[in-house]
């Protein structure tokens, strides 16, 4: 596990500023009621939000997601609530640090960074991000589990995320991620 001991919190964020996007290859559930579709993925999402989806299925696209400058295209089509945890979901929960104009409260084992729509918590010890929440303008709210912490070369990041928004979650686990610098 990485150690952080006696960096600032706001250091460690620094340093992510320059990455520019993500890729990852994971598994993937998406959940609502009582069903459920899982499947395999790939991902390419930017830092402004610009996001390229695959999900297979039995190895058969089963979902195509793309959003460019705002503009959501999926096949098949789906519900805003999945297009929202699909696309700002994602790039949110994999940009974590990306917070702006945020508090700094310490805790006993988590830094608290919040402002008026996010509330990211972050482990002392390894400052990787432990659960975050978004309060949309709709008065609906995203929440972000994080856990299993990885080593992926010189990068730390957590393997297993939780995203959940309204009767949705959507659980990943990454497989492979790999990190576009400016």
Known sequence: MPVYEGIDVKDVLYSKNSISAIDAI???ILEKDNGEIRGDGVLNVSRNGDLNLRVYSFGFLALEV????????STPWFDRTKAEILTHGLR??????DIEDSDIDEKEDVYLLKNQSRIIWIDRK????VKQTISLEDGREF?????NPEK??????????????????????IKDISLNFL
């Open 26 to 28: 994971f598994s993937i």
């Open 66 to 73: 793309t959003s460019e400058k705002g503009i959501i295209k």
């Open 92 to 97: 949110d929960c994999l940009f974590w640090w």
């Open 126 to 129: 390894t400052m990787l991000p």
């Open 143 to 147: 929440n972000f589990y994080y856990e």
């Open 152 to 173: 992926l070369g010189d990068v730390w990041y957590p393997s297993k995320i939780r995203i959940e928004l309204s009767r949705y979650s959507v659980t990943l686990k």
